[in-house]
């Protein structure tokens, strides 16, 4: 069943200027360690930056709360499966208020997707819950 639905654009431009402007203070503010060294090491640096922004943003969205009722930026990090394919691992507030929105029985999982075509990027997410005994539920790094 799906739990919430988020979705975000953001111009990648906003984020160069932010990272020009504040730089580490942003960046330490707004993302996780593994984040900032995936973005850290990208040629197209404010890219990846603004694609986990606007991921972070979405997930907020899904979650119901935005980034407020106790879900701060960094509590939601974007990780890749050892597949590659991305989601968002939460901690903190973000997590309590994942558990809370998950019927007792069911496991929560965060399908994400992230793309960039300058000037923008966009992220979508999917956050939705399956049946514990679902021999097709895919964990997510979201559960703990």
Same mark, same amino acid.
């Given at each position: 069943?799906?739990?919430?639905i *988020? ?6 431009r906003r984020?160069?200027? %932010?990272?020009e ?5 942003? %960046?330490?503010?707004v993302? %996780?360690?593994i984040?900032?060294?995936k973005s /850290?090491?990208?040629k197209l ?8 922004f606007?991921?972070k943003?979405?997930c907020?969205?899904?979650l *119901?709360? *935005?980034?407020?009722? !106790?879900?701060?930026?960094?509590e939601m *990090?974007?990780?890749?499966l050892?597949s ?5 691992a939460? %901690? ?12 007792? !029985?069911?496991t ?6 992230i793309?960039?075509?300058?000037p ?8 939705s819950?399956?049946?514990e005994d679902?021999?097709?539920?895919i964990?997510?790094?979201?559960? /703990?």
């Amino acid at each position: 069943m799906i739990i919430g639905i *988020g979705s975000d654009l953001i111009d990648i431009r906003r984020i160069e200027q %932010t990272l020009e402007r504040f730089g580490d203070r942003f %960046t330490n503010r707004v993302f %996780t360690e593994i984040e900032q060294a995936k973005s /850290d090491r990208r040629k197209l640096r404010a890219a990846s930056y603004a694609k986990r922004f606007a991921a972070k943003e979405a997930c907020s969205k899904a979650l *119901g709360s *935005g980034v407020r009722m !106790g879900v701060a930026w960094r509590e939601m *990090g974007v990780v890749n499966l050892p597949s590659g394919q991305p989601t968002i691992a939460l %901690t903190g507030g973000a997590q309590s208020r994942l558990k809370a929105l998950v019927p007792e !029985g069911f496991t929560p999982r965060i399908d994400l997707t992230i793309t960039d075509d300058f000037p923008l990027a966009q992220a979508f997410v999917v956050i939705s819950a399956w049946p514990e005994d679902w021999p097709q539920a895919i964990p997510s790094p979201a559960q /703990d």
